[in-house]
């Protein structure tokens, strides 16, 4: 019985005995010893834990951000310099490689943004940064981007600026300074300089570029609808913005000159755009007011036009010919309101000399305008 | 002899009915528990394999989410512009009731912040710490008894976390950080979504909660146009998100569905205008000197929408529609009471 | 009636206290060395599990995680057999060298948490009586194995091929918590405990290629313990192997006092090593346990200083009653007390040696390391060296697998790398990613096969602007399976997720007509080679799950030449 019990152990047997007869107390200080190296080894790992040999394995690379580098502009050094005018350094200053993107590779540069320039014909950008020769910190970024058309660069331009900047108007081009930054619409070029920061050095260096960019690059009198608006209107040209195409959204509208008369705190927009001729400017009409009703209900009549009110904003929005033009009002608050801007369109349409009128054609926009129903997302 | 024979005997006797006991009371257990009708206690029968299968139990949030009473008279839209984060904050949160119209003593709240990837805080892919920081501080004053921070992000949680300063400003601040676990997540019952009317819900940080506050930033969403504070709610979804984006309006008009936020705040101080939703360069982050609080998320999307992101020439995206046709919100928040406060120079 | 319950009675207590038999007082049997040895045991298990457990994100601060792989002079050795060079922290090596060539192999019976667990379980199961007791501890020449093991991996290594971590016990070990254990661990924890878990903070359960083989090599390895008591150890272990090499040098050894010894075996009761302490000591099997001293009931056994003095080993001693001619013993008239080196037979070792040398080219010319029709999805982690060069070093101790945040490194199976990658680290972007700001496999690596990388290198940043980022491969559309591109259906998940700035994945804007007549706006993904880095968030996060429509493949990886993909990118990599 006895061993049997013994076999049915699941565990250790005689797990202590031992059977020596002498001790020593040698044994007992060379296991002290060893007592001291296991605590000097739980210090030591403690000791490092709070004293990383890699401080920065943590960080979160904000640092490496600063100086980052965009890569494709390295790829395209030493491109020709296309219209960039010879003279941006000047004293103090040298310039860098000059790096050229087309519309395949302009993401490399502005990525995210490069469907905006596209949508307004972007054609290249030639891109040049201009380095402080006491301090490679402090730079001035050079971005002339060649939309082929004034009306598109004036659209590009006024599409970026804030609405709270009046923009200095010349009979060649519109610029403005913002903070850190030069913004020139001169031509079929739309120019951006983007300083490092918001210092004297760079604001001067923005001054003096201004001048060199504005002699170097040969302007273009303002479109049509600039006289229009500023000339028959008196509307101030901050006002005023293009849409080559996909105009509020939609896909067919093209070649779409706006305005906010009433500035930037009230939503009503006035619209004009050039036809061939009467007749495809009536279609063209039904067509927009076919696409407003679709986000709408039935609005009333004011000044000749169907109006449509929106049905979350509840503003107010119609379309209609005028000999070969289209003009229209978009979230105007109530049918007074819409009546009175529409009506003043119709008049400066009708007052505008023949001249302006006859320079009013059509954009000739690379596609030809296609079928195509409301933008679903 | 004979006796020692007879001992013998009685004993295997009694051997042999103890063990005859042990297996008939075997054998007529299992016979109940496999025979016996289902309803019967202890029974085992599954006639048609439907009592085998995994039960899921599925949850619901409050029936009126955790919104407080609607007000007539005060502004459901703060907007506090300037550049120092925590008086905006405060600016912005006091000018749609202050924090005591939200949050009263002994409350539970919980913060959702925006931490879905691994990008330092300055390039505007999720909420800056900062503006936690400043929350929780004011969420705290209104007499919260805990505050709570959790978000699932899509990226690593704890790289996401440390990474973006989240981790950092929440345990600074005093609040108690949720990271996911696989064990966390419970269906969660949407009644009237399209798509997520039942799904897996990040729900441990949820429970005894009586208060929820979102904080977002304002990116540009390569899907979606532009993520705010009601794709941020996407953060709280386990599972497949990555069927997402197959319908992200519908989706997003859901998400605005399942939570009823307390209010929403809007971070505007850093604005990721291109390159969204995850950014990587500095040169895609502009400065928006704006903070916005509202107790109506689309509302506030909206603002974002045309104010922040600067697209008022273009259409709002889908999905607003979509949530204002379930009357989750309204975008429409100019013709509402809005009140604009300057915080400084 | 029954005494009321005491903690200790008073009896038990004066009893432990007393003095021992001897007269010594009553510690020195309390602290006699075997205790102290067990502490150290518990100690360094303890060390090597807490090391393990911080292996992760949230925990790694600045502790030394890989301390056991550092220490491990087998991996040092056959490292620098291998690369010529001892990378970062491997001369820690030395800390355990020194204790070995004084003392012998400590290591095995104090430090080694392998050895801890086998010692363990061994003593725990053990139900055998003294006399098998006895028997089970004897030598027996199946011991011999762990030699040639030995020979074979470092005639391998000194051809470029490092195969130690198969069975080096501190690689196998932590390969094992890394893919088999702490995963286990994790899924059996309820959900209240979760700040216990070994990964805390992920949203999905990790899991690992092959865990199970890992994990049955650990219960079938520890199980055998029950027929052979230290079974890993004594037969299989090339660590063991090395240091049983190393400390046929020792100065100090278990020595017999004849006079005193009465040939009852009691020695072999507990004997760890199987080592002969009852006859001539084989030093290079001896754990140095010391159990045969505490089994000893005639005090024979002593730990002592015993000098190999060359002179008595060329001449013999007049003492000892011994004389030696040109090596050889002519006269003994007592029996040896030690076998100071592995009694291997001289032509066992060379016949080892040619297998490890027929063995290279087997595996080196099969196709999975070479330059040509390597596997595609043989995809290293960021910081890697060239295919080559990760075979001379990588030791398959899957610390960076323990420590990757989003499972995306797998444990190879054959197919990636072949019978000589396996175990070593492979990126599977169907169960994660490599997180863009993460570098943390780069810090725990131990040989330099993922080299120590900071942030800046690893995105190309700062002062590596020239160099690029680092390319752990490239992305590919499978259109056939992508959503919008077959399916009319919206999607481009891997777009948003891009985490490059330019984004690597750019879309083509198509607006179509559904077949239910539906107008929807598609866009199309397609990728920018030059600004991919191989990160595979894409592809975790693509929703075609079995086969996802966009993947990583290696081709175009920046560790090296010939893997390369596109014009130019040789350039960058000169650059550097």
């Known amino acids: 019985m006895a061993d049997g019990k013994e076999e049915d152990r699941l565990f250790v047997k005689d797990g202590f005995r031992h059977y020596r007869r002498k001790y020593s107390i040698t044994e007992v200080r060379w296991g002290l010893a060893c007592g001291a190296v296991m605590l000097l080894i739980t210090a030591w790992v403690m000791w490092r834990s709070r004293n990383p040999l890699d401080p920065e394995l943590f960080a979160d690379g904000a640092e490496l951000l600063k100086v980052a580098v965009v890569p494709g502009a390295v790829a395209a050094g030493g491109a020709d310099r296309g219209p960039l005018p010879k003279d941006l350094a000047a004293a103090g200053w040298r310039e860098d490689k000059v790096a050229q993107f087309d519309a395949e590779n302009l993401y490399v540069k502005i990525n995210g943004r490069a469907d905006y320039f596209k949508g307004f014909g972007f054609k290249r950008l030639f891109n040049v940064v201009v380095l402080n020769e006491k301090d490679a910190q402090v730079t001035v970024d050079v971005e002339m981007y060649d939309m082929g058309a004034t009306a598109n660069a004036l659209g590009a331009y006024s599409g970026e600026r804030a609405p709270t900047i009046k923009p200095e108007v010349t009979d060649t081009g519109l610029h403005h300074f913002d903070r850190n930054a030069l913004y020139l619409a001169r031509g079929p070029y739309y120019i951006r300089v983007i300083g490092s920061d918001e210092g004297p050095v760079v604001t001067e260096k923005l001054r003096g570029l201004k001048e060199t960019l504005v002699a170097g690059v040969k302007g273009e009198p303002l479109p049509w609808a600039y006289g229009l608006f500023v000339g028959q209107m008196g509307i101030d040209p901050s006002k005023i913005a293009y849409f080559p195409e996909n105009a509020f959204s939609l896909s067919f509208a093209r070649d779409m000159w706006t305005v906010r008369p009433l500035g930037k705190d009230s939503d009503l927009e006035l619209f004009i755009n050039a036809q061939p001729d009467a007749a495809t400017a009536k279609k063209t009409a039904e067509r927009l007011h076919k696409s407003f009703s679709e986000l709408g209900t039935p609005g009333g009549k004011a000044d000749k036009i169907t109006l449509v009110k929106d049905q979350f904003l509840g503003l107010f929005s119609g379309v209609g010919p005028v000999d070969r033009f289209l003009i229209g009002v978009r979230g105007a608050a109530n049918k007074e309101m819409a009546a009175e801007e529409l009506g003043k369109l119709r008049d400066a349409v009708a007052k505008a000399p023949q001249d302006l009128k006859d320079r009013a054609r059509p954009a000739v926009g690379e596609k030809a305008a296609e079928e195509g129903g409301s933008d679903v997302h | ?345 | 009636m029954a005494a009321k319950p005491k903690l200790i009675s008073r009896e038990k207590l004066l009893k432990i206290v007393a003095r021992n038999r001897d007269g010594s007082p009553w510690y020195a049997r309390a602290l006699r060395i075997t205790n102290w040895r067990v502490v150290t045991q518990a100690f360094f298990f303890g060390l090597f599990v807490f090391l393990l457990w911080c292996t992760w994100f949230s925990r790694l601060k600045g502790y030394p995680v890989s301390l056991f792989l550092e220490i491990d002079p087998l991996v040092t050795f056959a490292t620098a057999l291998s690369t010529g060079t001892v990378y970062r922290w491997l001369w820690r090596a030395m800390w355990l060298l020194v204790p070995t060539l004084l003392l012998g192999r400590v290591f095995c019976g104090w430090i080694c948490p392998y050895g801890t667990l086998h010692n363990f379980i061994g003593w725990i199961f053990n139900i055998r009586k003294n006399r098998n007791n006895i028997e089970a501890n004897a030598y027996r020449p199946v011991f011999q194995l762990k030699y040639f093991g030995l020979t074979i991996f470092l005639v391998l290594a000194a051809m470029g091929s490092l195969q130690i971590g198969l069975l080096d016990p501190i690689c196998l070990l932590v390969r094992t918590f890394a893919v088999a254990i702490k995963p286990g661990w994790d899924a059996a924890l309820p959900v209240q405990l979760d700040f216990l878990a070994a990964s805390p903070g992920i949203n999905d359960h990790r899991m690992f290629n092959a865990a199970w083989f890992v994990g049955i090599m650990l219960v079938v390895l520890v199980g055998m313990n029950l027929v052979i008591p230290r079974f890993f150890c004594r037969v299989l272990c090339p660590l063991g192997a090395f240091l049983g090499v190393l400390s046929r040098f020792a100065f100090w050894r278990i020595d017999r006092d004849l006079t005193k010894c009465t040939d009852c075996n009691l020695c072999l009761k507990h004997c760890e090593g199987a080592s002969d302490p009852q006859a001539a000591l084989r030093k290079s099997e001896c754990f140095v346990c010391f159990n045969c001293i505490d089994d000893c009931p005639e005090d024979a056994l002593k730990f002592r200083f015993v000098p190999a003095i060359w002179a008595k080993r060329a001449i013999g001693s007049i003492k000892d009653g011994t004389a030696t001619l040109f090596g050889k013993k002519v006269i003994s008239r007592i029996p040896e007390t030690e076998i100071a080196a592995p009694a291997v037979p001289r032509r066992r070792w060379a016949l080892a040696a040619v297998a490890g040398l027929l063995t290279y080219p087997f595996m080196r010319y099969s196709k999975a390391v070479n330059k040509r029709s390597f596997n595609h999805k043989n995809i290293r982690p960021p910081g890697s060296v060239a295919e080559t060069e990760f075979l001379e070093r990588c030791i398959k101790c899957d610390q960076c697998i323990n420590v990757c945040p989003t499972n995306v490194l797998q444990p190879s199976g054959m197919a990636e790398g072949g019978l000589e990658g396996l175990w070593t680290p492979v990126m599977d972007f169907k169960t994660g990613f490599c997180q863009l700001n993460c570098t943390l496999c780069s810090e725990v690596c131990p040989t330099g096969a993922i080299q120590k990388i900071s942030l800046a290198q690893k995105l190309g940043l700062g002062k590596y602007v020239d160099q690029g980022p680092i390319r752990l491969g490239t992305a590919f559309f499978n259109q056939g399976r992508c959503l919008p591109w077959s399916m009319q259906t919206p999607c481009v998940v891997c777009e948003e997720v891009c985490p490059t700035s330019p984004k690597a994945i750019g879309v083509y804007k198509e607006e179509i007509t559904r077949w239910d007549g539906n107008k929807v706006t598609l866009t199309k993904p397609y990728m920018r080679p030059e600004l991919c880095i191989g990160c595979g968030i894409c592809e975790r996060e693509c929703p075609v799950l079995d086969d996802p429509a966009v993947y990583v493949t290696a081709v175009g990886e920046s560790r090296s030449k010939d893997r390369s993909l596109l014009l130019g990118s040789h350039k960058k990599k000169e650059g550097a």
């Open chain 2, 1 to 345: 002899m004979s006796t020692d024979h007879d001992a013998l005997r009685a004993q295997e006797r009694r051997q042999f009915l103890k063990q005859a006991a042990v297996v008939g009371a075997a054998t007529v257990g299992a016979g109940y528990v496999s025979i016996a009708p289902a309803t019967w206690p202890g029974s085992l029968k599954d006639l048609d394999g439907e009592r085998g299968k995994p039960q899921t139990p599925t949850l619901r949030l409050p029936q009126n989410g955790y919104a407080v009473a609607a007000s007539t008279v005060l502004p459901h839209m703060g907007v506090a512009r300037g550049t120092r984060v925590a008086a905006m904050v405060r600016a912005a949160v006091d000018a749609i009731g202050g924090i005591g119209r939200f949050v009263q003593r002994g409350d539970v709240v919980l913060i959702k912040p925006n931490v879905a990837f691994e990008r330092p805080a300055v390039l505007g892919a999720t909420t800056h710490p900062e503006i936690l920081t400043a929350l929780i501080h004011l969420v705290r004053e209104g007499g919260a008894s805990e505050i709570r921070v959790a978000d699932n992000p899509i990226e690593s949680p704890q790289s996401c976390f440390v990474r973006s300063g989240i981790q950092q400003a929440a345990v600074t601040a005093g609040a108690r950080v949720y990271l996911p676990s696989p064990g966390e997540f419970q269906t969660l019952n949407v009644p009237g979504a399209t798509w997520i009317e039942k799904w897996p819900f990040f729900w441990r940080p949820f429970q005894g909660v009586n208060k929820v506050i979102g904080v977002s930033p304002v990116k540009d969403h390569n899907l979606c146009r532009a993520s705010m504070t009601t794709k941020n709610w996407y953060g709280l979804l386990g599972g497949r998100r990555n069927q997402f984006h197959q319908d992200i309006h519908g989706i997003i008009a859901d998400l605005a569905l399942m939570i009823r936020p307390t209010f929403v705040l809007l971070d505007g101080s850093r604005v990721l205008f291109r390159s969204g939703p995850t950014g990587g360069s500095l040169s895609d982050v502009k400065a928006g000197q704006t903070i916005v609080a509202s107790t109506d998320s689309l509302a506030a999307d909206a603002f974002g929408w045309a104010e922040l992101l600067e697209r008022k020439e273009e259409n709002l995206p889908a999905y607003f529609a979509k949530a204002a046709a379930r009357k989750t919100g309204d975008p429409n928040y100019k013709g509402r009471h809005i009140k604009e406060i300057q915080v400084g120079g």
